[in-house]
């Protein structure tokens, strides 16, 4: 019974010293975001367009984190439907929408480099004329 009590008390010693020590290794939770003004002009319908690849700012060091959520925006300028796509290099991800948010790169590196991918609808009934994307804003949560 005195040997149970000695352990319970170097458990209980250990747990309150490592309460009080930071690990080297924890990545803390921090987000990066990158704006362009304009992006992509879609000329071709059904050709895919790309941005540069995006990355998080020099000045911003994502370390080891890992990607929780990827949030984005965009607008578009100019008549017709637009398909969309986020992509990291190691997974694509349709953007049903022009402002929204995934968790499905969960995990991931957060360096990336991302590149969105737009397409301009292709079909005979589409409208004439080119269509810009604009506005485009991506937010990387890491942890």
Known sequence: MKTLGCVMALLAALGATLS??????????????????????????????????????????????????????????????????LCHPHRCVEMATRRGGTQALEDLSAEGPFVLRFRRADSRSAPRGDVRIEDLQLIVNYR
Request: aromatic residues 8%; positive net charge; charged residues 25%.
């Open 20 to 85: 009080m020590t930071p690990f080297a290794h924890a990545v803390e939770a921090g987000s990066w975001a990158v704006t362009l003004p304009r992006g992509p002009l879609l000329t071709t319908p059904g050709r895919d367009e790309r941005t540069a690849p995006l990355e998080p700012p020099r000045s911003h060091a994502v370390g080891d984190g890992r990607i929780t959520r990827v949030s984005w925006r965009y607008t578009t300028k100019g008549p017709g439907e637009v398909r969309a796509w």
